[in-house]
């Protein structure tokens, strides 16, 4: 296949390694000193199984590429919006594009019948703290979209380096609901994804396993980022395990009220949490580095269709502002 993965940070760019060893042609957008040691030394990737190098093709503009069959979108959700226009040289009928991005899609009701999808006037529902003027809809057409969430820890540990804990689980699914199977595209990339040694899921009902996702998001990120605490850090603090629990608690009952399915209680989830180690979850990576922070994929869209519904979420609605305050600051100093 002809890949190119647009961001290839901790998520993108161990994609990118994965699926170039198993001999797709892949080419990565990127920038700054990683993108320059990209192009010096090749990607790097360091894993449990044993470190990999590729050379990929790279560059910092989605224009030098030609016409693909996958683009994955790799870069966090706040980047999206300035880049969508821009991969019109890379889209054919047929390229599908995988947004590996955490929380809340800007597409998230694209495809969706169910009723929470309709505006009073009839209308497609969208995210207005996401895509506020729908220009994100309008840059790509969603028929390409194909749903993915991403449950790997990695991290950028040097310009070109990627330090990975050698799990690649990809869920993948259609936006609109499949009521015959899976699509013929996602049984594709799911076959591709696995011989490149990833772990795909691919499902029916991608929105329980985004919202499965966000629940340990939108709880443990924030905590992380407001006490700087690994994820093994928190999950021994009794107190900071309740704020974490009593967010959880909130998602589930509005996972429910959006007509999904959370897969998980609490308790599950936190133990999912547990699992993952001596991890500093992507949130608290962005503070370290002084990038912004996903404040409203992860906390203002689901605030957002609380107060749709007319359901309260007081813990939730405290972590944005709090989120919110130290994102603000951080860019301040920055």
């Known amino acids: 296949m002809r890949v190119v993965v647009v961001g290839a940070g901790a998520v ?139 449950h790997s820890a990695s991290e950028v540990t040097a310009p070109g380096v990627i330090k990975a804990n050698g799990q690649y689980r990809y869920v993948i699914g259609e936006p609109a609901q499949e009521r015959d199977g899976l699509s013929p595209r996602v049984e594709a990339l799911a076959a591709v994804l696995r011989e490149a040694g990833c772990d795909p899921k691919p499902t029916t009902r991608i929105r329980d396993a985004i919202w499965m996702k966000l629940i340990g998001n939108a709880s443990f990120n924030p905590v992380a980022a407001l006490t700087r605490a690994r994820m093994d850090q928190i999950c021994a603090s009794p107190g900071l395990l309740d704020l974490v629990r009593g ?36 949130t608290l990576q962005d503070l370290e580095r002084g990038r912004p922070l996903e404040v409203q994929p992860l906390l203002g869209a689901p605030v957002e269709l609380a107060r749709r519904a007319g359901f309260a979420m007081p813990l939730t609605e405290a972590m944005l502002a709090l989120l919110t305050e130290l994102d603000s600051r951080t860019q301040q100093a920055a």
């Open 247 to 282: 967010v959880m608690h909130e998602l589930i009952a509005l996972t429910r009220i959006y007509g999904c399915d959370p897969q998980v209680d609490a308790d599950k989830r936190i133990a999912i949490g547990r699992g993952i180690g001596p991890v500093k979850p992507s």
């Open 12 to 150: 993108g760019g161990s994609l990118a390694v994965k699926l170039a060893l198993a001999g797709h042609a892949v080419g990565v957008v990127g920038r700054g000193a990683h993108l320059q040691a990209i192009r010096a030394r090749g990607l790097h990737l360091q894993d449990p199984a044993g470190d990999e190098t590729v050379r990929l093709q790279a560059s910092d503009r989605p224009e030098d590429f030609g016409p693909q069959d996958l683009i994955v979108l790799g870069m966090k959700a706040h980047q999206m919006a300035p880049l969508l226009p821009r991969l019109g040289s890379m889209l054919q009928q047929d390229t599908v594009v995988l947004p590996a991005i955490n929380g809340l899609p800007w597409w998230y009701f694209h495809g969706d019948s169910s009723p929470q999808a309709q505006t009073a006037g009839g209308s497609a529902a969208h995210l207005t703290c996401l895509d506020p003027d729908g220009s994100m809809a309008a840059a790509l057409d969603p028929a390409h979209i194909v749903g993915c969430v991403v």
